[in-house]
Protein backbone atom coordinates (compact mmCIF):
# COMPACT_ATOMS: atom_id res chain seq x y z
CA UNK A 1 0.00 0.00 0.00
CA UNK A 2 1.51 3.37 -1.34
CA UNK A 3 1.62 5.87 1.25
CA UNK A 4 2.10 9.71 0.79
CA UNK A 5 3.17 11.66 3.84
CA UNK A 6 3.69 15.86 3.43
CA UNK A 7 5.97 17.75 5.60
CA UNK A 8 7.25 21.62 6.15
CA UNK A 9 3.94 23.01 5.88
CA UNK A 10 3.69 26.58 8.06
CA UNK A 11 2.93 30.12 8.19
CA UNK A 12 4.96 32.64 5.89
CA UNK A 13 5.04 36.35 5.52
CA UNK A 14 3.99 37.70 2.34
CA UNK A 15 7.45 37.70 -0.40
CA UNK A 16 8.93 34.77 1.76
CA UNK A 17 9.42 31.15 0.79
CA UNK A 18 8.91 27.74 1.68
CA UNK A 19 9.45 24.36 0.99
CA UNK A 20 7.25 21.19 0.97
CA UNK A 21 7.98 18.11 0.79
CA UNK A 22 6.17 14.66 0.11
CA UNK A 23 7.69 11.12 1.22
CA UNK A 24 6.42 7.90 -0.67
CA UNK A 25 6.70 4.59 1.52
CA UNK A 26 5.37 1.08 0.69
CA UNK A 27 6.39 0.31 -3.24
CA UNK A 28 9.53 -0.42 -5.24
CA UNK A 29 8.14 1.45 -8.32
CA UNK A 30 8.42 4.83 -9.08
CA UNK A 31 4.97 6.68 -8.81
CA UNK A 32 4.11 8.75 -12.50
CA UNK A 33 3.24 11.88 -12.48
CA UNK A 34 3.76 13.13 -8.90
CA UNK A 35 2.39 16.58 -8.06
CA UNK A 36 0.87 18.90 -5.57
CA UNK A 37 -2.80 20.10 -5.80
CA UNK A 38 -4.08 23.19 -3.00
CA UNK A 39 -7.54 23.67 -1.69
CA UNK A 40 -8.07 26.92 0.28
CA UNK A 41 -11.32 27.51 2.29
CA UNK A 42 -14.44 27.29 -0.19
CA UNK A 43 -12.57 26.41 -3.30
CA UNK A 44 -12.19 23.58 -4.88
CA UNK A 45 -9.02 21.47 -5.23
CA UNK A 46 -6.78 22.64 -7.87
CA UNK A 47 -3.40 21.73 -9.66
CA UNK A 48 -0.35 23.74 -8.48
CA UNK A 49 2.49 21.25 -10.17
CA UNK A 50 3.53 18.18 -11.82
CA UNK A 51 6.34 16.31 -12.56
CA UNK A 52 7.25 12.65 -14.65
CA UNK A 53 9.35 10.39 -13.53
CA UNK A 54 12.30 11.58 -16.61
CA UNK A 55 11.68 15.04 -14.92
CA UNK A 56 9.39 16.92 -16.88
CA UNK A 57 7.49 19.17 -15.13
CA UNK A 58 3.82 21.31 -15.33
CA UNK A 59 2.38 24.56 -13.86
CA UNK A 60 -0.36 26.31 -12.92
CA UNK A 61 -0.56 29.58 -14.88
CA UNK A 62 -0.93 31.02 -10.73
CA UNK A 63 2.45 29.51 -9.88
CA UNK A 64 4.37 30.10 -13.07
CA UNK A 65 7.69 31.36 -12.22
CA UNK A 66 7.59 31.58 -8.00
CA UNK A 67 7.38 27.68 -7.55
CA UNK A 68 9.46 24.91 -8.61
CA UNK A 69 8.48 20.86 -8.65
CA UNK A 70 11.32 18.56 -7.92
CA UNK A 71 11.75 15.07 -7.29
CA UNK A 72 14.39 12.50 -5.69
CA UNK A 73 13.61 9.16 -7.10
CA UNK A 74 15.74 7.50 -5.11
CA UNK A 75 14.69 8.92 -1.73
CA UNK A 76 11.15 8.66 -3.41
CA UNK A 77 10.39 12.13 -2.25
CA UNK A 78 8.78 14.85 -4.10
CA UNK A 79 9.84 18.70 -3.08
CA UNK A 80 7.98 21.94 -3.90
CA UNK A 81 10.12 25.08 -3.48
CA UNK A 82 7.60 28.16 -3.33
CA UNK A 83 9.32 31.70 -3.44
CA UNK A 84 7.53 34.79 -3.43
CA UNK A 85 4.62 33.44 -1.87
CA UNK A 86 1.04 35.40 -1.79
CA UNK A 87 -1.81 35.56 0.81
CA UNK A 88 -3.90 33.68 -2.05
CA UNK A 89 -1.63 30.64 -1.96
CA UNK A 90 -2.86 30.03 1.50
CA UNK A 91 -4.04 26.67 1.20
CA UNK A 92 -3.74 22.93 2.42
CA UNK A 93 -1.82 21.51 -0.06
CA UNK A 94 -1.83 17.76 -1.22
CA UNK A 95 1.02 15.28 -2.30
CA UNK A 96 -0.52 13.17 -5.19
CA UNK A 97 0.89 10.59 -7.19
CA UNK A 98 -0.22 7.30 -9.57
CA UNK A 99 0.71 3.69 -9.49
CA UNK A 100 -2.42 2.51 -11.66
CA UNK A 101 -4.32 3.94 -9.25
CA UNK A 102 -4.08 7.88 -7.80
CA UNK A 103 -2.80 7.55 -4.31
CA UNK A 104 -3.07 11.36 -1.94
CA UNK A 105 -0.94 12.33 0.79
CA UNK A 106 -2.83 13.70 4.03
CA UNK A 107 -2.33 17.78 3.60
CA UNK A 108 0.05 20.43 4.48
CA UNK A 109 -1.59 23.90 5.51
CA UNK A 110 0.28 26.67 4.31
CA UNK A 111 -0.89 29.93 5.29
CA UNK A 112 0.81 33.82 4.07
CA UNK A 113 0.14 35.84 6.04
CA UNK A 114 -0.08 39.87 4.12
Known amino acids: QVQLVESGGGLVQAGGSLTISCAAS????????MGWYRQAPGKQRELVATITSGGNTNYADSVKGRFTISRDNAKKTLYLQMNSLKPEDTAVYYC????????WGQGTQVTVSS
Open 26 to 33: GSSFSLNP
Open 96 to 103: YGRLGVAY
